[in-house]
């Protein structure tokens, strides 16, 4: 029988090794430890240093995934690398190729901010379902703490560094139940990593930008709200197109942004807080790395077992938000 349906078969995860708490920051910024704790449920996060970079720990999060997947690096087909934190803007999923040895793998980047992971995810299931591909590697990884402005305190509180990754395989059954993806493009103010061009004439008449990116913007308010809002609804439409109800969901792993929204999303569901995965504290908001960094945890830590239904939501910047329902395991 022909294999066209999707299975999640390993996972792995990597952070840097500095980390920084929050009485740290407030040698930075006017704020305090049970400010950010209250208000954010963070309590520290990672941060990559001079040796670390995105490739280094995604690199490192991709190996672990492969050895959990009981396969090798020359197996994987295709490398997608969710980021908006590229080591070069020209990508840098071809460096992990490289450095992981898969060379028979294409491999590119792929940019949707904190959803970049679920965007991933349905990304890398129509490569198999279509039957192209057999063996898909997903990382999500951000090292954001380039392109904090790290005297905002609205913002410089709340993000973090890391990288997580899962190995998608065909499958005879689909574990891939269902999907939705949003964007909406007209609230993209809200959220911004935007570059400034600045004007080089480079001969008379003859003008170019030559500008740089800007540290990260949010209006804080309007993404809560947003978040709040959206991600129950986008949630709900999966569950419709698994066929499943809310009660079914084994566990709920969304984009760990900030743990009011957590709550208040699980609240709006009815799904009860044992069933919600949560890590922010010890990490903040690493963007696309959140979600495979808690599932590679929960996996590790023997809560999440084969069989068990997970729904995910990534929500952030673009705007965009989604949700994946998929079932652990071949
Ligand atoms: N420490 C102390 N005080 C602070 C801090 C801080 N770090 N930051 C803001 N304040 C102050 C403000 O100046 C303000 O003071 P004022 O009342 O004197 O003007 C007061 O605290 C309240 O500020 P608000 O911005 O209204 O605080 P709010 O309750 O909205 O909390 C927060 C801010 C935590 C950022 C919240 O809006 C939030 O979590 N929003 C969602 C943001 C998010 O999760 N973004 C990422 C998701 S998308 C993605 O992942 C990319």
Redesign the pocket.
């Known amino acids: 029988m022909e294999k066209l349906g999707v299975a999640i078969i390993g996972s792995g995860s990597a952070v840097p090794t500095t980390s920084l708490d929050n009485q740290g920051l407030t040698q930075l910024?006017?704020?305090?430890d049970e400010?950010?704790a209250t208000?954010?449920g963070i309590k520290e996060r990672r941060l990559a240093g001079a040796d670390e970079s995105l490739k280094t720990i995604a690199t490192m999060a991709s190996f672990k995934a492969i050895a959990a997947a009981g396969i090798t690096a020359a197996d994987i087909d295709l490398i997608l690398l969710a980021t908006s934190t590229p080591d070069d803007l020209f990508g840098t999923a071809c460096q992990i190729q490289a450095e992981l040895g898969a060379t028979k793998a294409v491999a590119f980047d792929l940019t949707a901010?904190?959803s970049g992971f679920v965007f991933g995810l349905v990304t890398a299931a129509q490569y198999i379902r279509t039957g192209v591909y057999q063996n898909v590697l997903l990382i999500g990884g951000d090292i954001l703490s380039r392109w904090v402005d790290w005297q905002d305190?609205?913002?410089c509180?709340?993000f973090g560094d890391g990288a997580g990754a899962v190995i998608l395989q065909a499958n005879e059954s689909d574990r891939l139940l269902g999907f939705e993806l949003k964007t909406d493009g007209t609230q993209n103010h809200y959220?911004n990593l935007a570059y400034k061009a600045s004007t080089d004439e480079l001969i008379p008449g003859v003008k170019v930008n030559k500008g740089n990116f800007q540290p990260i913007t949010?209006n804080?308010?309007e993404?809560?709200r947003f978040?709040v809002q959206r991600v129950p609804e986008v949630i709900d439409k999966a569950l419709f197109h698994a066929n499943l109800s809310v009660d079914q969901i084994d566990w709920l792993i969304l984009?760990q942004?900030?743990q009011?929204?957590l709550d208040a999303v699980a609240q709006r569901l009815n799904i009860p807080a044992h069933k919600v995965i949560s890590n922010l504290a010890e990490y903040g908001?690493t963007?696309a790395a959140s979600i495979p960094l808690a599932l590679d945890e929960a996996v590790q830590q023997g809560k999440i077992k084969p069989g068990d239904i997970i729904a995910t939501s990534g929500?952030?910047?673009g705007l965009t938000w989604g949700a994946a329902i998929f079932q652990w395991g071949r």
Request: hydrophobic fraction near 45%; aromatic fraction near 10%.
């Open positions: 910024v006017d704020t305090s400010w950010i208000r954010t901010a904190c305190r609205g913002t509180i709340l959220l949010m804080g308010k993404v809560y978040a984009h942004a900030n009011r929204i908001n963007s929500f952030g910047a």
